[in-house]
């Protein structure tokens, strides 16, 4: 039986031209699903792909003008019998953080990846029809459902908690921390690393539209009260710390956040190092802080979100969710 996958498109570098194969500068978002699946379509993937156009921009412009018809549409597919799996392509700089916000937003009953490039589609080496071939392979395998989404870039597959960008160019651009790859596939073979761990789940949250409005703040040498307090506008109910080492920050910016806590503000202590294990300290139960865990600051924030908006706002009870992300 052929499968059925639903290609829904974003824009980013895998839709992206250059206009001469060696050029630095390209513009994302140029190609448009029809044509990408008509070039897909000599590939010989084996599979029947009907795409969508949700968006065709540039990721760092990605926000919830995206998400929000996104997430209807894989909602859609995933209650569609004739489908079999999801792919959304998507550019690489906010991969991560729509991964991550998928992951806790839907259930884990079908294939959901989501892949991007590195390399604009007329560039020397494109890696963008690779990397989407790898991404057929995967959503078309019955072994992808339960293991929520799931990103594929570089002949790897990386769990959506997991996934970060470290590099800014070349095409091995992901790694996956505190895991690193759960799968390697290539267009004609596909290795996990261990069982579905979220088999049969539903969605950890619910969506929400809009938001609470959640700020990162990256620590730094010489960091002064006045500039976080600065960062930190009327509307805002959370903020997570970039922190330095395992989430520190200057004692003076602890005192001032220590205190907003008593206000009501949520704090989330995360690291800025590429992989940073925050764990709680001493200090956590009386500041009322938060420790991220594994996750990194801009995935610590869509969770913070996420919890604000369901009314969990006990700082204990946003620990858990933290331990168990």
């Given at each position: 039986m052929t499968t059925r996958l639903t290609v829904l498109a974003t824009g980013g570098t895998i839709a992206g031209i250059a206009g001469s194969a060696i050029a630095k500068d390209y513009r994302s978002g140029e190609i448009g699903i029809e044509d990408y699946l008509e070039q897909v379509g000599g590939l010989g993937l084996g599979a029947e792909l009907s795409g969508k156009q949700i968006a065709n921009i540039d990721s760092a412009d990605m926000g919830p003008q995206v998400w929000n018809p996104l997430h209807a549409a894989i909602l859609e597919a995933l209650s569609d019998n004739d489908c079999d799996g999801i792919i959304v392509t998507h550019g690489t700089d906010t991969l991560e953080e729509t991964?991550?916000?998928?992951?806790?937003?839907?259930?884990?009953?079908?294939?959901?990846?989501?892949?991007?490039?590195?390399?604009?589609?007329?560039?020397?080496?494109?890696?963008?029809?690779r990397n989407f071939a790898n991404a057929?392979?995967?959503?078309?395998?019955?072994?992808?459902?339960?293991?929520?989404?799931?990103?594929?870039?570089?002949?790897?597959?990386?769990?959506?908690?997991?996934?970060?960008?470290?590099r800014t160019r070349g095409t091995d651009a992901f790694r996956g921390f505190p895991r690193e790859s759960v799968g390697l596939v290539a267009p004609s073979s596909l290795e996990w690393f261990g069982a579905p761990w979220r088999e049969g789940a539903e969605a950890q949250f619910g969506w929400h539209d809009p938001l609470p409005e959640v700020v990162v703040i990256y620590a730094h040498a010489a960091l002064t009260a006045a500039q976080v307090e600065r960062q930190i506008g009327p509307g805002t109910s959370g903020v997570v710390i970039a922190g330095v080492g395992e989430g520190n920050m200057p004692d003076p910016v602890r005192q001032m956040l220590a205190d907003k806590v008593t206000a009501g503000l949520k704090v989330v202590r995360a690291s800025r190092a590429d992989e940073g294990l925050v764990d709680r300290e001493a200090e956590d139960d009386a500041n009322g802080f938060v420790a991220a865990r594994a996750l990194n600051p801009q995935k610590a924030r869509i969770l913070l979100q996420l919890l604000i908006a369901e009314g969990v706002t006990d700082p204990a009870a946003i620990q858990r969710a933290f331990d168990g992300s």
């Open positions: 991964a991550f916000l998928l992951d806790l937003t839907l259930p884990a009953h079908k294939p959901v990846v989501i892949v991007g490039a590195m390399r604009p589609a007329d560039a020397v080496g494109y890696d963008g029809l057929v392979c995967v959503a078309g395998d019955a072994e992808a459902a339960g293991r929520g989404v799931l990103v594929v870039m570089g002949d790897r597959v990386f769990g959506a908690r997991d996934v970060r960008k470290v």
